[in-house]
């Protein structure tokens, strides 16, 4: 299981601690790669990108506008936390419903 965020996000790690053994993949340091990129978008589509992020509001308007996977590509804090892959299953945040899904 790998869980794709940022090491400083205190939502990633408190999900890579409730996930023992999963890896936790700095997407700063280590972009996503693109299949896995364009397979979440595909699921999860414009709510991949964190509209609420300091990132985003820093943003000039006009690259706002940008295609989402343009702007993860040139912004990787610019995605929602964390991006869990489990066996090929995509789950995105960690809300209630992850957790669920993810304790069992």
């Known amino acids: 299981m790998k869980i794709y965020g940022l090491k400083t996000c205190d939502t990633c790690r ?3 601690k409730a996930l ?3 890896d ?5 340091a280590e972009p ?9 978008h595909e ?3 414009d709510a991949l ?3 609420r992020s300091t990132t985003w509001r820093g943003l000039p308007e006009a690259e706002r506008a940008a295609p989402p996977l343009d702007l993860l590509r040139r912004h990787p804090a610019l ?3 964390p991006l869990i892959d489990a066996g ?5 945040g960690w809300g209630k419903d992850v957790q669920a899904a993810l304790a069992g």
């Open 88 to 92: 090929g299953t995509l789950y995105l």
């Open 20 to 22: 023992p053994g999963a």
């Open 32 to 40: 996503l790669a693109e299949d896995t990129l364009r397979a979440a």
């Open 24 to 28: 936790l993949v700095d997407i700063r």
């Open 43 to 45: 699921t999860f589509g």
């Open 14 to 16: 408190k999900a890579a």
């Open 49 to 51: 990108v964190n509209t």
């Open 79 to 81: 995605m929602k936390r």
